[in-house]
């Protein structure tokens, strides 16, 4: 299926790697350029040197939580680019497991208002683009129980999605579609679960026993979705929250 991101603008935000780099691999595949940006530089260096192998990008350090920053780097972006057709909010503070205020604060400046400020800059933007979508990157945790019970980035990450089904409701008749993806349990080398795997063992393997498809899932699988929402090829999908997670979550969709 050919999705139409030939000549697309897309800024990815937290995307020198994990989930992050793999959209933007996926993206520049698809004959989109892109730019991205993440906190530190080595990093942003090392995956512009890669991508570019692929297609058209930039690469900026920026932390989200600096909203100055941030947002005079979307605008940069745009100019760089020429133009946004497509934002994709994956930046995290994290605080998974942490209830303590700093945690909540982290993730708030840089899961939320991130997404408040990616959005707004780009707005004006987005609204010249005849195929504009927002994708934000939410977690299972948000949408059921998981782990430690009570976290910040589970919270505020339901925070995320609720954000989303409001953005499409308002940018909707200005042509601009916004949807949510939640992964599930995804296996990237130094994340998270790299980290469960060798200093949890065996919640790693209670984990990979809950999975209908037996293994945790991969980047450029969350990054297959991402793309196909991003795309023209989803012109009527809008306010939606798709889950990514091999079966993981025991919830009916509906």
Known sequence: ????????????????????????????SEGASVAISARGQEGVDAAVAEL????????????????D?????VAQAGEQLGGIDIVVSNASGGGAGSTAPEAFKKT???????????????????????????VAISTTAAIEHFMG??????????GVIKLVAGYAQALGPKGIRANTVSPGPIFVKGGGWDHIKTNMP??????????????????????????????PA???????????D???TKGAGF
Do not use: C
């Open 69 to 73: 920053a941030f947002t005079a780097w």
């Open 52 to 67: 570019s192998k692929l297609g058209p990008v930039h690469g900026t350090a920026v932390d989200v939580a600096d909203g």
């Open 108 to 134: 708030l400046d840089v899961d939320v208002l991130g997404l408040v400020r990616l959005v707004e800059t780009a707005q004006p933007l987005l609204e010249k683009s005849d195929s504009a979508a927002i």
């Open 202 to 231: 065996d919640l790693y393997e209670t984990s990979i026993a809950n999975e209908p498809l037996g293994r945790l899932g991969t980047a450029p699988e969350v990054a297959n979705v991402v793309a196909f929402l991003a795309s």
């Open 234 to 244: 989803a012109s009527w999908v809008t306010g939606t929250n798709v889950v990514v």
């Open 246 to 248: 091999g079966g993981y």
């Open 149 to 158: 019970g009570v976290d910040s980035y589970s919270a505020l990450k339901a």
């Open 1 to 28: 299926m050919d999705l139409g991101l030939t000549g697309k603008k897309a800024i990815i935000t937290g995307g020198s790697r994990g989930i992050g780099r793999a959209i933007a691999e996926q993206l520049l």
